[in-house]
């Protein structure tokens, strides 16, 4: 599939300050008061996956033993609100909160995204515990968790060690 010239930023001539794998266009210094938008993000999207059920270990399980829709519709739904908001965003070529254009990237496959994914799925499915509601889980007490958290740190750290032996 063929990308239109108006489909992605042009980002050769963003200098970036700090130079990074990860493709982030933002220029714009984020100061400790302007990060509170993402905390208090957070805890709205914690309540809202604790009243949701989305959080419970339960939901996970009927999800993946194929005995409910419930957690597909959820998941589905913000599959959809996410293809909308690109889309609205590319349309209408709506900026940052700082002014910043929005450049998305190209994005070619990669087989180790692949394994990757299994292997996340895999752990999701033993533990009921992804990173989103991970932290949900463990705010409402649900201290076992911990462990899951824990497990997915190291695993981030063993990734980093063996990057450069990896597929990418």
């Known amino acids: 599939m063929e990308k239109t010239k108006d489909e992605f930023v042009d980002t050769s001539a963003i200098v970036h300050p700090i130079e990074c794998e990860a493709p982030n266009d933002q220029l714009a210094k984020e100061t400790l008061i302007s990060n509170l938008k993402y905390l208090i993000t957070g805890i709205v999207f914690g309540i809202v996956?604790?009243?949701a059920e989305?959080?419970?270990?339960y939901r996970i399980q009927e999800m993946f033993r194929l005995h409910s829709f419930y957690m597909y519709g959820?998941?589905?739904t913000a599959v959809m609100v996410g293809m909308i908001s690109v889309w609205i965003i590319k349309r209408f070529r709506i900026k940052t909160m700082q002014g910043e254009q929005v450049a998305f990237h190209g994005k070619q496959f990669h087989w180790g995204n692949v394994i990757g994914g299994t292997i996340f799925g895999l752990g999701w499915a033993i533990t009921g515990a992804c990173p989103g509601p991970l932290?949900?889980?463990?705010?409402?007490?649900?201290?076992v968790v911990l462990v899951t958290l824990l497990s997915a740190v190291a695993g981030t750290w063993v990734y980093g060690l063996l990057q450069s032996k990896l597929p990418h």
């Open 49 to 51: 996956f604790v009243k």
């Open 54 to 57: 989305i959080i419970s270990w």
């Open 74 to 76: 959820v998941i589905g």
């Open 135 to 143: 932290f949900a889980q463990i705010g409402s007490g649900f201290l």
